[in-house]
């Protein structure tokens, strides 16, 4: 079954170092997204891109965030500074089309990347 | 703006009894997708079900059963004859209608922490 594949599955920085973290998305898919798991709290979005651009963001998706889509296999999730509260598990997902459409799809979540700001 | 509530943070069972777990939404929109996610110990997303806001008709597979009534706007989940293999954190989310162009994320509950005993 295809995969949403993240890396690194744990990444520790010092704080105020930049961080990318990276997600390869099911290959058909269309719509990417980005969410942040706090330690023990619920999932919450950041972001979702199409067609090379930002769709929608939340109010978490601030100006030391940005994402990509570097080629056409990956997308990334930048932090430029990190603080001690962007310590998280962060999600990729992918899907063929947007949740909110009729129809089968796919709505795949990766398994995560671990960071931790020390 | 659209909310998740779980409101029963964990729950405790014994292996082989049956356990529902709660969701309530709120969304102004007449058209809309409520999922379910397991989260288990090792971390991941485990996509379990998508429901549209026009079909009522219960679930069933296999030991799960999902109960969607509109009229009290909730999504519930039981399980029947728990495992210890169920135990994880079960997320319900909602997805709002996709208007051209938009392609929202999801809106998740706070999840509820499963315990199967042996």
């Known amino acids: 079954e295809p995969e949403v594949t993240q890396t690194p599955s744990h990444q520790v920085t010092q704080m105020g170092q930049e961080v990318i973290l990276r997600c390869v998305p099911i290959?058909?898919?269309?719509?990417f997204y980005w969410y942040r798991q706090i330690l023990g709290q619920k999932v919450e979005f950041l972001v979702s891109f199409y067609n090379n651009e930002i769709s929608e963001k939340s109010e978490i998706f601030d100006d030391q965030f940005s994402v990509e889509r570097p080629d056409g296999s990956n997308f990334t999730l930048k932090i430029r500074s990190t603080k001690l509260e962007d310590s998280a598990m962060y999600f990729c997902?992918?899907?063929?089309?947007?949740?909110?459409?009729?129809?089968?799809?796919?709505?795949?979540f990766g398994s995560g990347t671990r960071l931790t700001v020390v | 703006a659209q909310k998740v509530t779980q409101a029963q943070t964990e729950i405790s069972v014994v292996e082989k009894e049956d356990v529902t777990l709660d969701c309530v939404y709120e969304?102004?929109?007449?058209?809309?997708?409520l999922f379910w996610y397991k989260q288990p110990p090792s971390g991941e997303l485990v996509f379990l079900i998508r429901?549209?806001?026009?079909?009522?008709q219960n679930e069933i597979s296999g030991r799960y059963s999902w109960n969607f009534q509109k009229s009290t706007s909730s999504f519930n989940f039981t399980i029947t004859a728990s495992q210890v293999v169920d135990s994880a954190v079960y997320f319900c989310?909602?997805?709002?209608?996709?208007?051209?162009?938009?392609?929202?994320?999801?809106?998740f509950g706070k999840g509820t922490h499963l315990i199967i005993q042996p």
């Open positions: 969304t102004r929109d007449t058209t809309y997708y």
């Open positions: 989310a909602l997805s709002e209608d996709w208007r051209g162009g938009g392609a929202d994320g999801l809106t």
């Open positions: 429901r549209n806001s026009f079909d009522e």
């Open positions: 997902a992918s899907s063929e089309r947007p949740p909110g459409t009729g129809g089968d799809y796919g709505y795949t």
């Open positions: 290959s058909n898919h269309l719509y």
